[in-house]
């Protein structure tokens, strides 16, 4: 699925006869990742992703285009010791996911006055890996200090590899000399689903269990071709 992306976003853009209808943006961005979880706490987390855009300027304020997009997104959860999630000031579990991803949407992008920009997008997201890690932490009356411990007997579950996803983007361009520096903040939601299910810190607990649905806020700077 990766190669068969791949091939098609490279399809597109060697399809393309630039001229100044056509534009190219490369662009990395800093990603937050926030509330995923109903059911426990959640810490924000950073994250990251690089893209190569090429758009279609159909009119002087409407453009139309795709993009190939790499993303890395952190989620963390936290749960207590009795699985109600309260302050991490006691005894708490705290689950980590790490997604790589490549993503290909469909952008509509609008230019406003003064270079403002209202951008949408739409597209699949195929997850390249993905990984969960849980720690439980606790105060050690001994060391005066929070220490953890690892927790290996746990699981992470998707649906699929293959999922949709929608962006909101707004932004500006601003000319330096022969440049087009791109900024833009945006919200990523994907329809992907993980469970991740992991044991207690010993044998007599229930298991823990929770869902993340990936949603994060945006900061996107790039630089125009």
């Not at 995923?36 to 924000?44: A, D, F, G, P, Q």
């Not at 950073?46 to 304020?61: A, M, R, W």
Request: aromatic share 14%; net charge neutral.
């Amino acid at each position: 699925m990766k190669k068969i992306g791949l091939v098609i976003v490279i399809g597109l853009i060697s399809s393309i006869v630039y001229g100044q209808t056509f534009e190219t943006n490369l662009s990395i961005s800093q990603a937050l990742t926030f509330k995923s979880s109903r059911n426990t706490e959640n810490k924000l987390a950073l994250g990251y992703s690089g893209s190569i855009q090429e758009l279609y300027n159909l009119t002087d304020n409407f453009a139309i285009g795709t993009a190939l997009i790499y993303s890395l997104e952190n989620y963390k959860c936290t749960i207590d010791y009795t699985g109600v999630s309260i302050p991490e000031s006691t005894s708490y579990y705290e689950s980590k996911l790490t997604v790589n991803s490549v993503k290909i949407p469909l952008i509509l992008r609008l230019k406003l006055k003064s270079d403002w920009l209202v951008s949408v997008g739409y597209g699949l997201t195929y997850s390249i890996d993905d990984k969960v890690s849980v720690n439980y932490y606790y105060y050690d009356w001994f060391s005066k200090d929070k220490t953890q411990t690892e927790i290996y007997d746990k699981s992470l579950v998707s649906e699929n590899n293959l999922s949709s996803y929608y962006s909101i983007g707004f932004g500006r361009t601003f000319k330096i000399k022969d440049l087009h520096l791109l900024t833009e903040i945006y919200y990523n939601r994907s329809f992907a689903d993980y469970r991740i299910e992991h044991g207690g810190i010993n044998e007599t607990e229930i298991r823990y269990f929770y869902n993340i649905s990936p949603q994060y806020l945006g900061l996107r700077i790039g630089l125009g071709l």
